[in-house]
């Protein structure tokens, strides 16, 4: 069963984007401009963007009016990857937004789970 999204927030003035499922963050992992929240359960509970609209290809505007997304996680032993799906609510289309990342949570074994906001 997937986890729920509880948040999700655009700072236009910023161009900063946020997702979080609320769970407690333990740490948080810059890569790039990309920010990274991890749970004490070593799980990624949240995501920050700098600069969303350029790192993800849509206008400033379209970002203020997402009607659902999607992020999924494979944890693998060596390494995290995270893709974000976003339904936008103007243009009425699907983005799919690959973001491939290598870090290591120190997982024993390879998961894979869903957060979903609609």
Not at 26 to 55: P, R, T, Y
Not at 80 to 96: C, R, S
Not at 97 to 110: S, W, Y
């Amino acid at each position: 069963m997937a986890r729920q999204i509880k948040k999700i927030d655009y700072d236009a003035g910023n161009d900063i984007f946020f997702i979080s499922d609320g769970e407690k963050v333990k740490a948080s992992l810059d890569i790039g401009d990309f920010i990274l929240d991890v749970s004490h359960k070593n799980l990624i509970c949240g995501i920050e963007i700098m600069d969303a609209s350029e790192n993800l290809g849509v206008s400033k505007e379209v970002l203020g009016s997402i009607q659902n997304m999607k992020m999924s996680i494979t944890y693998k032993t060596n390494h995290v990857y995270v893709l974000l799906v976003i339904a936008f609510k103007k243009e009425g289309k699907e983005v799919n937004i690959p973001i491939p990342l290598t870090i290591d949570l120190g997982h024993k074994e390879p998961k894979k789970e869903v957060l979903v906001y609609n």
